[in-house]
């Protein structure tokens, strides 16, 4: 798949534990997870926008593009 999820480089960048992350962003772990190892086909904007604001990052930052 070209999109790569960065979202552990993040969370490591900013030292925020999964459960912390997925309790500031009002998600589940599960789910959190899921999209952290790129288990999901799709993330609603308002998802990504609240992980941004928590994070303190760009959408670039947790999503990349990069051809096969």
């Given at each position: 798949m070209?999109?790569?999820?960065?979202?552990?480089?993040?969370?490591?960048?900013?030292?925020?534990?999964?459960?912390?992350?997925?309790?500031?962003?009002?998600?589940?772990?599960?789910?959190?997870?899921?999209?952290?190892?790129?288990?999901?086909?799709?993330?609603?904007?308002?998802?990504?926008?609240?992980?941004?604001?928590?994070?303190?990052?760009?959408?670039?930052?947790?999503?990349?593009?990069?051809?096969?």
């Amino acid at each position: 798949m070209p999109i790569i999820v960065n979202l552990d480089v993040m969370m490591a960048r900013r030292k925020m534990k999964m459960k912390d992350l997925a309790d500031a962003v009002d998600i589940s772990q599960t789910n959190l997870s899921l999209l952290k190892n790129s288990h999901v086909r799709g993330i609603r904007f308002n998802t990504l926008a609240k992980l941004c604001k928590v994070l303190d990052c760009q959408p670039g930052d947790i999503l990349e593009y990069k051809e096969d």
